[in-house]
C-alpha cells in the first residue's frame, strides 16, 4: 500500500467517527485544540506524513478513541529507519505527556510552564 492510501485511509477513519459523533469541525477542533484546516486536511488524506503522535493523541482524545488511532498508525504507516533529529527537551517532554498520559493539551502546557518556572527558579537560587 503506498504512502497516499495510507494517509487517505486514516483520515476516513478520522473522518468516519467524527460524523459518527455527531461532531462539526468546529466541535473537534474546540475539543482537540488541533486547527479544522489540519483536521480537514487529515480527513481528506492531503497530508504529506502522518501526524506527530501529539496530534494524534489530541484528536484520540476528541474523537474518543483509546489508543485506536496510534495502532491505526503503526498499522499503516510503514516507519522508515531515518536520522532523527533532535528534538528540544520540552518537545520531547510534550510528546511523552502526550502519548503517555491522560493530559489534555491545555494540561500539558500548563505542566510545561510549570517546570520552566521550576528551571528559573533554580538559577535564581544558583546566584
Known amino acids: ?20 459523533l455527531n461532531l462539526s469541525l468546529r466541535d473537534v477542533e474546540k475539543l482537540s485544540n488541533v486547527s479544522a484546516a489540519l483536521i480537514t486536511k ?10 506527530k503522535p501529539i496530534t494524534i493523541k489530541q484528536l484520540s482524545n476528541a ?4 489508543d485506536e488511532l496510534f495502532v491505526l498508525a503503526d498499522i499503516l504507516f510503514e516507519q522508515k529507519q531515518e536520522k ?13 505527556l502526550a502519548t ?15 517546570i520552566s518556572g521550576l528551571e528559573k527558579l533554580q538559577k535564581i537560587e544558583s546566584l
Open 1 to 20: 500500500m503506498d504512502k497516499q492510501t495510507q494517509l487517505e485511509k486514516f483520515g476516513t477513519v478520522l473522518k468516519q467517527r467524527r460524523i459518527a
Open 63 to 66: 474523537l474518543k478513541f483509546n
Open 84 to 96: 532523527k533529529l533532535e528534538n528540544s527537551f520540552e518537545e520531547d517532554l510534550r510528546e511523552l
Open 42 to 51: 487529515l480527513e481528506n488524506g492531503k497530508m504529506a506524513n502522518f501526524p
Open 100 to 114: 503517555k498520559t491522560t493530559l489534555n493539551s491545555e494540561n500539558i502546557t500548563q505542566v510545561l510552564y510549570f
